[in-house]
């Protein structure tokens, strides 16, 4: 209560007078009563006087008029004890209007900082918001809590969860709060109120006891702990009786009190903590409710919010908010991926590829740094810088394309082995780093990728088998330029011909590389008692299978099923067309058995025997390359010339970069190709045979070299054993596009890196949130898949072992909107704790029709909702204010008023709504409220003062009563005087 004083009075009154009667039915005025009584008197009192005064004629006047007194004052104690007196105690007590502050204690207020860790400040030395709201309240400057209590007590609840059961209530006698004791407060240490009661001797007495722990925080732990001791532990001997008692309370309401600060903490309901803390201060003349948060709630409603301030306002309270926090915009960039193939040859260059989310820098640049680790090395030893451009989107992304070039390295880095041509062998590391923003909030310089990123430098040969039904141009001039590269590739041989499956020929390699029949099954263990006549004999031991015109027929449906299995799993396919065996795919009565083949070529062969265009082949022609892309590399012939199509222009015409280019005459080019009947769909068309009359009836350009991925594998079409023209031009030509050709088709097992796609996902998730992620994927000419595509996701836990890891498997559906199809795919997965506890996952995304796969790292921590989101809501703290009308009528001075209205507006309103840092505004506040008072009278029993007086002996009344009989004062004393009157008019009669 907000009780000021407390007195008692004693009222005498007439019982006749305050008590109403009724006649007919109806309630009589009491005083109705006077009426009758006072004629009556005066009328007894004329008699009286009447008749004493005749009878001075025989007594003399001062007898006369004594005997008239006597008579008169009967009259009078008659008339008094008619009115029925009486008397009642009743207790005065004088109450004065509070004003009621809320203080947000949950954890986004005492933990969380808004100063920027941009590495100026150690964490500690960050003010929280707690110490800003401290601040407030001990700014003398400002003086608001002081001011507040020249008019009204000041009643402070702390909340978060849940307002709690009692204030503090300060007043102007109160001892002031200096920080320390405002933190301790603001902290819900418990061992300020533990003591509070007790007297200064006694809370000395419980300080020296050894479970006091003196050096502890007052917290939860503690107060359990101290809690947990026996009382004769924990209560000295030494207290005085009211201590003692004080302090057994306090123990018996402490584990309430604990339960309560954790409901506080655990969470934020501002809207019910509030409206709790309205309900039960109400009627206590409250002026105005202030309250002191951020804003940010994770439990209650917007029903609660409404009703909130519908009560505030019907009861006539206005609310006051103070906003504690910044509402900047979210800046931060993340680094999600840093792509790089996981094993690259030491003497050829390879791109890596820096992924990364620019939240709130949409259309803005940054240059992101590339470390290079060698072997060995604790630090770097090379670095590469590029601009990144964060594109719009959900969220901003950009990527930093990086060519790691061994001719372009420093000396070194490369081996003297090679004469510094080649890279150092073994295991590099990449890492990559973009500096921060200058508004972002993050403690370090720059951002780093992690985990570093691996890849192994190695000679790994291309292991390769040579498959020809006869040794043509193409097949002589490859296999001399592979047992050249000996440390290049690891050159198998199987020849169709005669001397080929008698075993008869030389081909200057190791004869148990020579086979006389295709291989016939696939073994990923090596067996050390193999019989080394048959090992290469696995297609387990090839990277690439090169294929010219190869006879089908001798090829069995065991052999044809394996071939399709070792694709599946990331071999790579070359086929070449030939027009002595190639048609065999296009025979009907053949498919059936080579429907496996059939199932992984990029194309439907056509038959070249029945095909109806007929052309004349004396003539080169050129190839056009629409589906040129990073991807096919193995199209720039001339690495000392920019462009992907670098050296075919001087190939076909002897005229790189011609400007008319598609004009000018063909002097070398390809003289023939083979008809299909189709291409696949998921296959890219990469070049195409130009000849006019080669056009079939839908008039477009005949492929001639198409690619398509096949699960994990790749397969090639070429049509036509042609490629040995580069080599009269150029056998660099020739040499650099079958050994790269060779190195693409064989990506599967080599795991080169991806430009098909990028995730984006966040790496941190709590658990029982979703994990949202989205990637735009496109097919291999880099437009976007289809939006019927269905990429499969697969998500694995890495900090577990044994049967307890069990992938999980998802799958995408495309995101559409209303803007143009871009490829974008979806998926949003909830995090529950059976399927998702907290720990360290791996996400991999297989891009359909692909060997392609897209890789990412995430923890799913424990949720915290105080923690998770800490951005402060002004929005809903301007809701939840009253408008300045609400205080208008309580303020003479109209011009302050007017200020007022200005200063606060907020939009449409002008609102009672604060930032913490508008110090001139608080100072207003104050002048805002007034001061109540209300004096509450508390009446006793009614204690009758007309039948007082004294009690007979019981001896006197016991014959005819068991009560006490009292008998009236009043009655005997008028009984008195009417007998004085009557014994002295008698004697003086008879005088």
Request: proline share 7%; glycine share 6%.
């Amino acid at each position: 209560m907000n009780e000021t004083g407390t007195s008692q009075e004693t009222e005498l009154f007439y019982r006749r007078l305050a008590e109403p009667f009724t006649i007919g039915g109806q309630d009589v005025d009491p005083r109705l009563w006077l009426a009758i009584l006072i004629p009556v008197l005066l009328l007894g009192i004329g008699y009286v006087i009447w008749m004493y005064r005749k009878d001075t004629q025989s007594i003399r006047w001062y007898w006369a008029t004594f005997l008239a007194t006597l008579r008169i004052g009967v009259y009078l104690i008659l008339g008094y004890l008619f009115l029925m007196p009486a008397k009642q105690l009743i207790e005065k007590t004088e109450k004065k209007s509070r004003v009621v502050m809320l203080v947000d204690v949950s954890p986004s207020i005492t933990e969380v900082s808004d100063e920027k860790r941009d590495g100026s400040k150690p964490a500690s030395a960050r003010a929280t918001r707690l110490q800003k709201i401290i601040d407030l309240l001990t700014d003398e400057k400002v003086a608001l809590l002081k001011k507040l209590m020249e008019t009204n007590p000041v009643a402070i609840y702390r909340f978060g969860g849940r307002a709690e059961e009692e204030p503090t209530l300060l007043t102007p006698e109160s001892k002031p709060l200096d920080r320390d004791a405002w933190m301790a407060w603001a902290k819900l240490d418990f061992k300020p109120w533990v003591l509070e009661p007790l007297s200064e001797n006694g809370q000395k007495l419980v300080k020296e006891t050894s479970v006091w722990q003196a050096d502890a925080a007052g917290d939860a732990s503690w107060a359990l702990t101290w809690l947990r001791q026996p009382p004769r532990a924990a209560i000295p001997a030494g207290l005085n009786e009211d201590d003692q008692k004080a302090l057994e309370k306090r123990r018996a309401a402490l584990n309430t009190r604990v339960e309560i600060a954790r409901q506080i903490v655990e969470s934020t309901n501002i809207p019910g903590s509030a409206l709790t803390v309205l309900n039960r201060e109400v009627n206590n003349m409250l002026q105005g409710l202030i309250v002191l948060s951020d804003g940010r709630s994770n439990r209650g409603s917007e029903s609660t919010l409404q009703e909130l301030t519908d009560r505030a306002k019907r009861d006539g309270v206005p609310v006051f908010t103070i906003a504690v926090g910044e509402d900047r915009p979210r800046i931060e960039i993340r680094i999600t991926d840093v792509q790089a193939p996981s094993l690259t040859p030491p003497d050829e260059a390879f791109k890596v590829y820096v992924e990364a989310d620019g939240i709130g820098l949409a259309d803005r640049e940054s240059t992101v740094t590339l470390e290079l680790y060698s072997p060995g090395a604790e630090t770097p030893v090379h670095s590469l810088t590029s601009p990144i451009r964060f594109t719009p989107g959900e969220p901003p992304h950009g990527q930093a394309e990086f060519v790691i070039d061994p001719s372009t390295l420093p000396e070194s880095l490369r081996s003297k082995e090679t004469m510094f041509k080649d890279l150092v062998e073994g295991e590099w590391r990449l890492q990559a780093r973009i500096p921060r923003d200058d508004r972002e909030d993050f403690e370090g310089k720059e951002h780093l990728s992690d985990p570093i990123t691996r890849l192994q430098v190695l000679k790994a040969p291309l292991r390769v088998l040579l498959v020809a039904s006869g040794p043509g141009k193409d097949f002589q001039f490859l296999r001399t330029l592979l047992v050249r590269e000996n440390d290049r590739a690891e050159l198998s041989i199987y020849l169709q011909n005669d001397g080929g499956r008698a075993n008869e020929i030389a081909m200057d390699i190791d004869r148990t590389r020579v086979l006389n029949r295709f291989p016939d099954r696939i073994n990923e263990k090596s067996d050390p008692k193999e019989d080394p006549e048959q090992k290469f004999y696995n297609l387990s031991r090839y990277d690439v299978i090169l294929a010219f015109d190869p006879d089908w027929s001798v090829f069995t449906a065991n052999q044809l099923q394996l071939l399709e299995r070792w694709t599946d799993q990331g071999g790579g396919l070359i086929f070449v067309a030939g027009p002595i065996c190639t048609s065999q795919l296009a025979r009907t009565d053949e498919i059936d058995r080579l429907r496996p083949l059939l199932d992984i070529l990029p194309v439907m062969p056509g038959d070249n025997v029945l095909a109806s265009v007929r052309r004349s082949t004396k003539e080169p022609w050129r190839l056009v390359f629409p589906g040129v892309s990073p991807d096919t590399d193995f199209l720039k012939l001339d690495e000392a010339k920019d462009g992907p199509l670098a050296g075919w222009e001087s190939f076909f015409t002897g005229k790189e970069g011609a400007a008319d280019a598609a004009n000018t005459p063909v002097m070398r080019g390809i003289f023939n190709f083979y008809p299909v009947q189709s291409v696949k769909k998921g296959a890219s068309v990469i070049a195409t045979f130009t000849d006019p009359d080669a056009r079939g009836q839908d008039q477009k350009e005949p492929p001639f070299l198409v690619s398509m991925p096949v699960k994990q594998g790749r397969t090639v079409f070429i049509g036509s054993s042609e490629v040995w023209r580069l080599r009269s031009y150029s056998r660099a030509y020739y040499e650099r596009f079958w050994l790269k050709l060779l190195r693409y088709a064989s990506a599967g097992n080599r795991k080169k890196s991806t430009r098909r796609g990028r995730l984006l996902m966040s790496k941190e998730f709590t658990a029982r949130s979703y994990i949202r992620l989205q990637a735009q994927l496109v097919d291999p000419s880099l437009q976007p898949l289809p939006d019927t595509a269905t990429p499969k996701i697969t998500i694995t836990r890495l900090d577990v072992e044994g049967d307890q890891v069990v992938p999980k498997v998802y799958q995408m559906s495309a995101r559409k909107s209303a803007d143009a199809w871009s490829g974008m795919f979806q998926r949003q997965i909830l995090a529950d704790s059976k399927d998702f506890p907290p720990g360290d996952y791996k996400l991999e995304l297989e891009i359909p029709d692909s060997t392609d796969t897209l890789t990412e790292r995430f923890r799913i921590k424990d949720s915290n909702p105080e923690l998770d989101d800490t951005q402060p809501d002004f929005a809903t703290l301007r809701l939840m204010a009253s408008d300045v009308e609400a205080v208008a009528s309580r303020i003479e001075d109209k011009a302050f008023v007017e200020s007022l209205r200005k200063e606060q507006k907020h939009g449409d309103s002008s609102k009672l709504a604060y930032s913490i840092v508008d110090r001139s505004g608080i100072e207003k506040i104050p002048a805002c409220m007034r001061m109540e008072k209300r004096i509450n009278l508390t009446r006793g029993p009614i204690e009758d003062l007309w039948d007082k007086g004294p009690t007979l002996p019981s001896s006197w009344t016991e014959s005819f009563t068991d009560q006490p009989v009292t008998i009236s004062t009043f009655l005997l004393i008028a009984v008195a005087m009417l007998s004085v009157e009557w014994l002295t008019r008698k004697l003086l009669r008879l005088a």
